[in-house]
């Protein structure tokens, strides 16, 4: 389906208004950096927010691709720096996460990339990623990536239109010990019920069987997550 028709959809069955168009200049695109297969047939590591990795030594993850999501850049040098929220962006730069996470994420010498899900004017350096919509899955960066309800299914979706397989997840917990949202780091100035994860892992049980079926294989690196739609293989005993 196209962008276009999808959008139109949208409007006609919900009335929810669609993602806005991404209209910038061509220095500002993701994709005209680092376009559609680039990472093809290469493994690469999406790092999620999890409690699981408390006490990582993430330089075990020196010389991979990584896809850094929300704050693993500040324990991490990932490939690329991933977000979609124009909130978190707020927070860091107006130092409600502390002065080092604004800094470190001012120093940041690799890409960072977001997902372009509501009008906002990010900076210069910020290279933004069309978005399709939240339950969609998107073949290619210019047709968009979808949302799902969390940032750790816009990164899986960024890392198959690059090719990568195959993609191991870190930090993907999908769970929590205390009613709400728990984290590896300090977490964020707004924390959701634990509940959320209910929707999270709808999300990519979604999508789970289409990627199976493309041959594209997504492997669990925390054994103990409750995300059970992908394989845990021989792979998470180097991990964990």
């Known amino acids: 389906m196209q962008a276009a028709n999808w959008r139109e959809l949208q409007l006609q069955r919900t009335g929810v208004h669609p993602p806005p168009r991404l209209e910038v200049s061509d220095e500002r695109i993701f994709f005209n ?12 590591f999406l790092i999620g927010g999890g409690p699981s ?6 330089s075990r993850l020196a010389g991979e691709l990584t896809i850094g999501i929300n704050r ?29 996470a604004k800094a470190k994420f001012q120093a940041f010498k690799g890409l960072k990339a977001c997902l372009y899900t509501m009008e906002y004017d990010y900076p210069k350096g910020i290279y933004l990623l069309p978005c399709a919509g939240g339950d969609v899955f998107g073949e290619s960066m210019e047709f968009g990536l979808g949302s799902g309800t969390n940032s750790g299914y816009a990164a899986l979706n960024l890392a198959v239109c690059l090719g990568a397989n ?17 984290w590896w ?20 049980e979604a999508v789970a069987p289409e990627l199976a079926s493309r041959g594209v294989r997504v492997v669990n690196l925390n054994p103990q997550s409750e995300l059970r739609c992908f394989e845990f293989g021989k792979e998470k005993n180097r991990w964990i």
């Open 33 to 44: 950096v680092l376009p559609d297969g680039s990472w093809e047939g290469k493994s690469c």
């Open 53 to 58: 990795l408390r006490g990582f030594d993430f």
């Open 72 to 100: 693993a850049y500040e324990r991490h040098d990932c490939t690329i720096m991933f977000f979609m929220d124009s909130q978190y962006h707020e927070w860091i730069t107006n130092g409600e996460m502390g002065a080092e």
């Open 166 to 182: 195959p993609i191991y997840l870190l930090g993907f917990d999908m769970n929590s010990q205390d009613g709400k949202q728990e």
């Open 185 to 204: 780091h300090d977490g964020y100035p707004v924390k959701q019920e634990k509940k959320v994860y209910q929707q999270f892992r709808r999300d990519f």
